[in-house]
């Protein structure tokens, strides 16, 4: 149980490209989904928290006109990239938490390596 | 805000024997989750374990068990009878468990495990 499939799993595309990543929890349903940002070698830096029907909360220095969270259903978030530069070539990865708070812990798709040409 | 440290960026194991990855955080909190993941080169972030920091006991799943110590804040992973697919990056993860306060992961930068044949 608690899988969490993300799509695409890479994605290759000209600078000046948007492109929309799916995270769907396939077995629960999840109020609270996570995006991830990871540079190689180094650890994951939490970007935005997403809340089913609300807006998302975004970490300081993320810029959210930059990157689209929707949170439509309790079992798909989407994080959108606008006008993809080369800089914003990552790896990201989202994850969901189930319904419930303390003892949930969260589940993490396979992650989306992301490259701007 | 929360920090998480782990000192170790590279560690070696035979394989079958014992290696204890070390990990400790800062927090002004008295109510939070502790977590390892585990991240092979697929870069799926698997869940290993998580320690509840209400509880004394120390979390074990089968050969992974952890060494929670409240007071100095340190939560080492002991991985016993290494196996060649326990080569990974292991990161320590901090959660507040204040409700209402923050859901968000706290990663360390990761310790590269190497389990050699």
């Known amino acids: 149980g608690a899988v969490v499939s993300q799509h695409p799993s890479r994605v290759i595309c000209k600078s000046g490209t948007s492109v929309k990543i799916e995270c769907r929890s396939l077995?629960?349903?999840?109020?609270?989904m996570f995006w991830y940002r990871q540079f190689p070698k180094q650890s994951l830096m939490l970007m935005a928290t997403?809340?089913?029907?609300?807006?998302?909360?975004?970490e300081q220095g993320v810029e959210k006109d930059k990157f689209l969270i929707n949170h439509a259903s309790l079992t798909l978030s989407t994080l959108t990239v606008t006008s993809a530069h080369p800089e914003d070539s990552s790896f990201y990865i989202c994850?969901?938490?189930?319904?419930?708070?303390?003892?949930?812990?969260?589940?993490f798709g396979d992650g989306t390596r992301l490259s701007i040409l | 805000a929360q920090t998480v440290t782990q000192s170790q960026p590279e560690m070696s194991v035979q394989e079958a024997e014992t290696v204890t990855l070390s990990c400790t955080y800062d927090?002004?909190?008295?109510?939070?989750?502790l977590f390892w993941y585990k991240q092979p080169p697929s870069r799926q972030m698997i869940l290993v374990i998580r320690?509840?920091?209400?509880?004394?006991q120390n979390a074990t799943e089968n050969r992974f068990s952890v060494n929670f110590q409240k007071a100095a804040k340190s939560f080492s992973l002991k991985i016993s009878d290494s196996q060649l697919g326990d080569a990974a990056m292991y990161f320590c993860?901090?959660?507040?468990?204040?409700?209402?306060?923050?859901?968000?992961?706290?990663f360390g930068k990761g310790t590269k495990l190497t389990v050699n044949p």
């Open positions: 994850s969901a938490r189930g319904m419930g708070y303390s003892n949930q812990p969260q589940h």
């Open positions: 077995d629960f349903q999840a109020t609270t």
């Open positions: 997403s809340n089913e029907g609300s807006k998302a909360t975004y």
């Open positions: 927090t002004s909190e008295s109510d939070y989750y």
């Open positions: 320690q509840e920091a209400y509880k004394q």
């Open positions: 993860a901090y959660r507040s468990g204040n409700q209402g306060g923050s859901e968000k992961l706290v």
